[in-house]
């Protein structure tokens, strides 16, 4: 465990919680980030950092650089540090002072703690420079479904800040505070969306339903049928999600008439490239059978939102041992278990190798886990001096 380091990183963790309890208080949606982007850009400054800001919108990229002199064998090297900024469309119901003043919109998961950390991290690094090469800071916008990482490497964001490696990094709710995890391979899900719309005629449903085309018994069985492309179609070994969300049609002020349409949306989770073609097109193909079926007609729409997350083997080598440095290794978990959320930094780990690791959230004060994306979720500012380390930990393993 690094002891000198983490000493030296906790002279900032109250400046660092009052930030992180600032962006908690004004939280923005995907891509409307402007108030935290002006704080994260003036931060930077502040603390003699390179700033870009509207990398992919209201995205912003800090840039450090090393004085530690490149040996005359070897090239600088670059790795970028990604944390992402945005909020969600939650009421939030902590009863924390700090709870957002913008109603409807909440810190549900975290990214308000993410971008601190990272913040802390870039402080840290600015004034202890003893390395080579260059650290990206990447303060990404809109990880929740707005496509934020689309929208910075649509904006050049690899040729402009050029990266030979990336990492990421994610509270867990109920993990140890001043732990880490993560595995090699698939980590995270690709996350998608659907909807199936049933056209028909509509009808009386006491009188003449014999002379409508009727699209509740269509959406039935459809629901029904969808359950078969995880049990039967996708291999046994490989891991498959498809959940119905929403069912609308009809009204309950006129419960004698047959809807002329049917809404259906759902979600979709899988881990690899063939899955997820295998249960696009079986969705399809088993909607619009429903539908001849049932003499009414589907319009099916299928959305992959976020591609899987894949960690490369020799990046997780060395998020592992820069966690390891930080914390020892028996508070590092290096195989924990995949899981079915969905993660947009994934779109980054395609074009360049990268590893994203998991950071313990510990419990709420009251002693529960709440989970992220519900209204009771806090980031546990305790989690901050441990993320900070983390980064500059990656830096001395990449650049020191």
């Known amino acids: 465990m690094n002891a000198d380091m983490l000493a030296d990183i906790a002279q900032d963790h109250a400046e660092l919680t009052a930030i992180r309890r600032d962006i908690h208080a004004h939280p923005e949606l995907g891509l409307e980030e402007v108030r935290t982007a002006a704080l994260v850009a003036a931060k930077l400054r502040e603390w003699g950092v390179e700033v870009t800001e509207q990398v992919g919108v209201t995205g912003i990229v800090g840039v450090i650089r090393g004085t530690r002199p490149v040996g005359p064998s070897n090239r600088e090297r670059a790795i ?202 079986r969705l399809r193909a088993i909607a619009q059978a429903t539908a001849d079926c049932n003499q009414v007609r589907a319009e099916v729409t299928t959305d992959w939102g976020f591609t899987p997350l894949i960690n490369r083997a020799e990046q997780t080598d060395i998020a592992i041992e820069a966690a390891t440095a930080t914390v020892g290794s028996d508070a590092v978990e290096p195989n924990v278990p995949p899981i079915t959320a969905g993660e947009d930094f994934a779109y980054m780990m395609e074009q360049r190798p990268g590893a994203f690791m998991f950071i313990g959230n510990g419990r709420a004060p009251d002693g529960k886990v709440h989970q992220v994306h519900t209204p009771l979720f806090d980031f546990n500012d305790a989690a901050i001096p441990y993320g900070v380390a983390y980064w500059a930990q990656l830096v001395q393993q990449e650049l020191g």
């Open 80 to 281: 970028g540090l990604r944390a992402d900024m945005d909020a969600l469309a939650i009421i939030e119901q902590t009863g924390v002072p700090y709870a957002s003043e913008n109603p409807g919109v909440m810190h549900a998961c975290g990214h308000d703690g993410h971008t601190t950390m990272l913040l802390g991290a870039a402080k840290y690094l600015a004034r202890n420079r003893d390395f080579a090469g260059t650290v990206n800071l990447i303060f990404q916008p809109a990880e929740e479904g707005r496509g934020g990482a689309l929208a910075m490497l649509k904006d050049g964001l690899f040729d402009r800040f050029p990266c030979d490696a990336i990492y990421g990094m994610h509270n867990s709710p109920g993990q140890t505070v001043g732990t880490f995890a993560i595995r090699k391979g698939p980590m995270l899900a690709a996350a998608g969306s659907w909807k199936v719309i049933f056209h028909g005629t509509g009808g009386h449903g006491g009188a003449t339903p014999h002379l409508a085309t009727d699209v509740s018994i269509a959406q039935a069985q459809f629901i029904l049928a969808l359950q078969t492309v995880v049990s039967r179609n996708v291999p046994p070994i490989e891991t498959a999600v498809i959940s119905v969300g929403s069912i609308h049609g009809g009204s309950n002020q006129a419960s004698n008439v047959m809807p002329a349409d049917i809404e259906i949306t759902g979600t979709m989770r899988a881990y690899n490239k063939s899955v997820m073609e295998t249960i696009g097109t």
